[in-house]
């Protein structure tokens, strides 16, 4: 079973990379671009044919180790 | 005095700090990331470098170590940890400290020497250094930006767990002479129980004058003490 797993920011979290790249894109004249964040995005394979059990061990790894839960949120999706 | 220095694939500064160790009258040993059991020590270092390449986050694999559940059970147990640059990213990671070192605010990897101010010379690690002593002293890293949440920060300025604070030439501390956009000028802190401290400049670069200063110097005689 497969998932991808979007890793964002949290909302109070400077983010200097995003930051940058929405400055390049307002420069080069898309003026009408309100708000950039960048993130990480993880696409996972399971050995596991129960989606409730496969999401509970990507939830694991996220808290265990791909997510830093003081600064990043993150969203599990079945794909 | 005995000290451990954890070797990581990509650390670049275990052996400058060995060298320090050494001078200082250290009896040390190094350990590669990969043993299940520590020598016995009395200051186990997390040097700086940049194990496995800063991959996922600066210090999110190294801190997932074999070696870092001995660490871990050392600090506990009230081993002195001293974690420096990566090893300070490392230390985060682990949850020995607390919060996090973000990329730095201006996006640049900066390798200068800055000024920082003794915050708290009652510990173990700074008991040489007067109280507010101006160090010089050499910052190199692409994620110093130290972050934390509200209740933390009050907790560290209330308990004393700050121990440097980026500042300028005379002391100062404002924005202009913060270079990574840390959190109140934070430059290291302590865990509650003052064993573990987290810094980003180099105090092992700064022990020779041939090569820089020796403001780096009290931070291990302070160990020695």
Partial sequence: MKFSVTVTLKKDVLDPQGKVVQNTLINMGMDYLKNIRQGKHFEIEVDEENQLEAEKKIDEMCKKLLVNLIIENYKITKI | ?225
């Fill in chain 2, 1 to 225: 005095m005995k000290s451990t220095v954890i070797v990581f694939p990509g650390s670049n500064c275990d052996r400058d700090i060995a060298v320090a160790l050494e001078r200082m009258q250290f009896k040390n040993q190094m350990v590669w990331h990969k043993e299940t059991t520590l020598p016995k020590s009395d200051l186990i270092v997390i040097p700086g470098g940049f194990s496995y390449g800063d991959y996922l986050r600066s210090g999110a694999i190294a801190g997932k170590s074999l070696i870092i559940d001995e660490v871990i059970k050392a600090a506990k147990s009230g081993c002195l940890i001293l974690g420096i640059c990566n090893g300070f990213q490392i230390l985060t990671e682990t949850g020995l400290l607390k919060g996090t070192l973000l990329r730095n605010k201006n996006l640049k990897f900066i390798n200068k020497d800055i000024h920082i101010r003794v915050f708290n010379s009652n510990t173990k690690f700074t008991n040489k250094y007067k109280s507010n002593q101006i160090l010089k002293i050499n910052i190199a890293h692409n994620e110093g930006n130290y972050f934390t949440d509200v209740k933390h920060l009050e907790k560290l300025k209330s308990e004393n767990l700050i121990a440097f604070r980026y500042c300028d030439e005379k002391g100062n501390i404002n924005n202009n002479c913060n270079p990574n956009g840390s959190l109140d000028n934070i430059a290291g802190i302590f865990n509650d129980n003052k064993n573990i401290l987290g810094m980003m400049p180099h105090p092992e670069r700064m022990v020779d004058e041939m090569i820089a200063n020796k403001d780096g110097v009290n931070l291990f005689s302070s160990l020695i003490n």
